[in-house]
């Protein structure tokens, strides 16, 4: 959802203008929740850059002041019903039957209301350009959650430029949303690469093909932010290999320009 030019810079208005177009799905939320809305904690990471924490009793919104938006939001008013693993009498409860102890709302009922959420946030045009990545419920040891992802669309090489995520978390019992997440990493149509994917790709392959099972997955070309407001353009690597627990994933970057691996 784009943001208005007059909440530039603050990021206690960009949280506020995020929660006023959310109200009416999330418990606790109205006007007197956004009038104590306060900033936290702050950080910076070379996907977001830098960001604060914008936080009332019962949300936690996580704007980045580089990106001037909102990447993150967490529902502190409702938590996943936790499931003993063993009853009363000390029998280990089976997965299906935890399940059905928290489940009440339907998969199709969560995902209506996932795909709504982000909708709302993201924009129906940018839903569009997207694929699913994640559908249906998880678990989180005795808790359970609905997690519906989506990301850009990779070619048939696994190649992008450009990348955009965005997640939507259910509570199976309320209905409620829990989280949501928005990540988005792009170069500028203007900026020059040398490295191009094929090139990337014997680059990850010569330092990491040594790896049992080794194979490359995916390549996305993203923009690290730094923190003197400059970016990098690089490569997000993603691959596979076998590791003493089984087939594994790992991801690495490459620096578009100079072909350094950076792990």
Excluded at 37 to 62: A, C
Excluded at 242 to 255: E, F, K, L, Q, S
Aim: charge should be negative.
């Amino acid at each position: 959802m784009p943001m208005s030019a007059d909440t530039a810079e603050d990021p206690v208005a960009l949280a506020k203008e995020f929660l006023e177009a959310d109200l009416s799905s999330r418990p606790g939320g109205g006007s007197k929740e956004l009038s104590v809305l306060t900033t936290g904690g702050s950080g910076f990471d070379r996907t977001n850059g830098s960001w604060t924490f914008v936080e009332s009793p019962s949300v936690r919104i996580k704007v980045s002041t580089t990106q001037q938006r909102v990447v993150a939001m967490d529902n502190l008013a409702v938590s996943p019903r936790e499931v003993a693993v063993e009853d009363a009498n000390g029998r280990t409860r089976s997965p299906e039957e935890m399940r059905g102890m928290v489940v009440q709302v339907p998969v199709e009922v969560a995902r209506d209301r996932g795909v709504e959420y982000a909708n709302r946030h993201i924009g129906k045009e940018t839903m569009g350009g997207l694929s699913i990545s994640a559908d249906g419920l998880v678990s989180r040891g005795s808790r359970f959650v609905y997690r519906f992802a989506w990301r850009t669309t990779l070619d048939e090489d696994g190649v992008a430029f450009g990348m955009e995520t965005v997640s939507v978390e259910i509570d199976p019992t309320s209905g409620e949303v829990l989280r949501f997440r928005n990540l988005v990493s792009k170069v500028d149509e203007d900026q020059p690469i040398a490295i191009e994917a094929t090139r990337c790709r014997r680059i990850v392959e010569s330092d990491l093909g040594h790896l049992e099972g080794f194979k490359v997955t995916q390549m996305v070309l993203v923009s690290l932010l730094e923190e003197d407001s400059t970016s990098v353009p690089a490569w997000a690597v993603g691959y596979e290999f076998v590791g003493p627990m089984g087939r594994r994933p790992g991801a690495c970057y490459v620096h578009a320009m100079t072909g350094k691996l950076l792990k």
